[in-house]
């Protein structure tokens, strides 16, 4: 089992930047990769960005060139650097893992919201 915690949310105008973070914990040895999703009311969960073991990194394009993934081994730790925020940007973030065996694992989410 893998737990993970996300932090870092909040409410930030437009322009303005927040960073995430999601620290995992349990069975971490057996994690593929870890990344971040997003869901606004009405809307699916949709795929922000992700970054496996080996470094290689999948993002939106709707945050191409303004968020960050990164990834701290020694910290178990994953982050979302957010950058030129925008007012659909808002959502909660959900902080997720894959394992070797393919089975997800979820945070409880934090909220973001950009507004003025």
């Known amino acids: 089992q893998v737990q993970l915690v996300e932090s870092g949310g909040g409410l930030v105008q437009p322009g303005g930047s927040l960073r995430l973070s999601c620290a995992a914990s349990?069975?971490?040895?057996?994690?593929?990769?870890m990344g971040w999703y997003r869901q606004s009311p009405g809307k699916q969960r949709e795929l922000v960005a992700l970054?496996?073991?080996?470094?290689?990194?999948k993002d939106a394009d709707s945050v191409k060139g303004r968020f960050t993934i990164s990834r701290d081994n020694a910290k178990n730790t994953v982050y979302l650097q957010m950058n030129g925020l925008k007012p659909e940007d808002t959502a909660v973030y959900y902080c997720?893992?894959?394992?070797?065996?393919?089975?997800?694992?979820w945070g409880r989410g934090t909220q973001v919201t950009v507004a003025s």
């Open positions: 970054i496996a073991n080996g470094g290689k990194i």
């Open positions: 997720n893992a894959v394992d070797t065996s393919l089975h997800l694992y």
């Open positions: 349990g069975s971490i040895f057996s994690i593929n990769a």
